[in-house]
């Protein structure tokens, strides 16, 4: 079984993120506002992941900003959002497809928005299922581990503080991790996990 993450192991999110800023600079909003904002938006008081276009808009208009135009500007972002694949993401998917494992996509966010980036990016018809937690991976991980028994079970992310604490409470689960721009070289030392920059690299780690 193949269990592998979304955001920013498949997807650049990071850059998503950055069309969202150069859209919300041509209405005016200042970095600090728009970072600010969504922060704001990001989770809820129980720490759950709730962000949408929609909320962070609503964040803005708080901030004196038109809610309706910057969810029309977000919006046009999210129209493109196929460009924000990784390269290198479709081929991968469709050589772990030919190894005929399950595949399993695992996102944490909002359920709604998490598989309007999913269906746009145009990868769901890789994936045998499609689960999207707001909180943590581990109850869905407890599921899917109670399911039929699995030869060997691979779980690709790209955070490493979050996959060294699934290492810990799933021991027969073999993590890999993509390395992501937004943490340091340190942080995936310190993971102790296998980390590589490209997705390919680790088709040819798990392949063998």
Do not use: C
């Not at 208009?61 to 910057?70: H, L, N, Q, S």
């Not at 990868?123 to 581990?145: G, M, N, P, Q």
């Not at 409470?169 to 993509?178: D, M, S, T």
Request: charged letters at 35%.
């Amino acid at each position: 079984m193949f269990i592998i993450d979304f955001d920013d192991t498949l997807f650049n999110t990071e850059a998503l993120k950055q069309a969202k800023l150069n859209a919300a600079r041509n209405a005016g909003v200042s970095d600090k506002i728009f970072w600010e904002s969504y922060v704001a938006a990001r989770n809820n008081d129980n720490g759950a992941f709730t962000y949408t276009p929609e909320g962070h808009a609503k964040e803005l208009a708080k901030r004196g900003f038109d809610e309706v135009k910057t969810v029309e500007a977000f919006g046009k972002v999210d129209d493109t959002m196929a460009q924000f694949v990784f390269p290198d993401a479709f081929d991968f998917l469709e050589k772990v497809r030919e190894l005929e494992k399950p595949m399993i996509l695992l996102s944490l966010g909002n359920e709604k928005y998490q598989r309007e980036k999913v269906f746009g990016a145009g990868i769901e018809k890789y994936f045998d299922k499609i689960i999207i937690v707001d909180e943590s991976k581990e109850r869905a991980l407890e599921d899917l581990l109670n399911g039929p028994e699995n030869d060997i079970i691979w779980l690709i992310n790209d955070k490493p503080d979050e996959t060294a604490r699934l290492k810990k409470e799933f021991p027969n689960i073999n993590f890999v991790l993509k390395k992501a721009k937004k943490y340091s070289d340190e942080d995936y030392s310190k993971s102790g996990i296998p980390t590589f920059i490209s997705l390919n690299e680790i088709y040819e780690f798990v392949r063998k």
